[in-house]
């Protein structure tokens, strides 16, 4: 396994592939001292490395990224102030729209894979929200269902108009935005009382598959057509499962933990799950993310403010 590596000046919470996997946004926040503020910075992927060619200072700390519309010059921050803050990477790098709706820090964003302006918001509020970019600053649904913070959200890749969230709550929720109703609730109450559930990808080779990260280090693979009792289930980390990631083409997965690590699972065959690769941070990882053209190469992303690049050998 190769490694390429870059530092940044804060903290990172969370790391994204633009449309094309030739760009990548980076969500870093600032949490020390009186103020807290961010930055967020866009890398391009050159070869078996990656060159910073973006990069503007927020007024607050940066949760979650994520790109939208077809030409890859706009990105949704989420913020610690409530807002979801869309900037335009055009000539004259600018904040083109501001989303100010929801009631406490916005941890989680997701755009549609095909209406790349149709934006998902999760937010310590308890509350998701549906905005369409092009139309309104303005939500368009907003999702009661969680009890707690909501702390992930994901499109379904192929069975568009549904996606997942999870929560402190200890629930993962699938919804369907036709209705504006969750239609499965699955709890993690496995040893007899709810955990918080912090991660969670759909998998893009079965979409019916659901993999979500636990507090306690869990690590859960779901059939959501039946979810009575898991696919499969492991507890791989000493602390958070923070971040996952599914291949986009393979049935591969890398894990992010707050025990410092990440760890690439095989999951083709789950009753013979192996672990294919990893690697260790000096502190929190937060972002983990495949190349989904260079399907080999993954990244991940720290609190120890550095963003590594990964290579798996191809089989």
């Known amino acids: 396994m190769s490694q390429f590596s870059f530092n940044t000046a804060h903290q990172i919470d969370n790391i994204k592939f633009s449309s094309n996997n030739e760009l990548f946004a980076v969500a870093t926040s600032n949490l020390n001292g009186a103020v807290w503020d961010g930055e967020v910075i866009v890398f391009e992927c050159k070869d078996n490395r990656f060159e910073k060619v973006h990069s ?16 890859n010059k706009l990105i949704a921050c989420a913020t610690d102030d409530g807002s979801v803050n869309i900037w335009d990477l055009n000539a004259h790098l600018h904040l083109s729209q501001s989303l100010i709706e929801h009631d406490d820090i916005v941890t989680t964003l997701d755009t549609h894979s095909t209406e790349k302006h149709t934006l998902l918001s999760g937010s310590w509020d308890n509350k998701i929200k549906l905005w369409d970019t092009n139309k309104s600053s303005h939500s368009v649904l ?6 707690h913070h909501v702390t992930g959200l994901q499109w379904n890749p192929t069975e ?25 609730t699955i709890n993690t ?15 893009k080779v079965q979409s019916n598959l659901l993999a979500v990260g636990s507090e306690e280090g869990d690590l859960t693979l779901f ?48 009753s013979n799950v192996q672990k294919i690769g990893g690697n260790a941070h000096k502190d929190f990882v937060r972002g983990v993310a495949w190349n989904n053209v260079r399907t080999n190469f993954y990244l991940t992303a720290s609190w120890d403010r550095t963003i590594t690049l990964n290579t798996i050998k191809e089989k």
């Open 56 to 71: 503007f200072r927020t007024e607050t700390g940066n949760p979650d990224v994520s790109w939208l519309g077809d030409k």
């Open 142 to 147: 907003t999702f009661h269902g969680h009890s």
């Open 160 to 184: 568009l108009g549904i996606f997942a969230s999870t929560s402190e709550d200890g629930t993962i929720k699938v919804w369907d935005k036709s209705t504006n109703k969750a239609f499965e």
């Open 189 to 203: 109450n496995f040893r007899g009382s709810k955990i918080p559930v912090y991660s969670l990808s759909w998998s």
């Open 223 to 270: 059939d959501t057509r039946n979810t009575k009792v898991p696919l499969w289930s492991d507890t791989p980390h000493k602390a958070s499962v923070r971040k996952l990631s599914f291949n986009s083409k393979k049935q591969q997965l890398i894990t992010g933990s707050d025990d410092k690590t990440s760890i690439v699972y095989d999951l083709s065959n789950n």
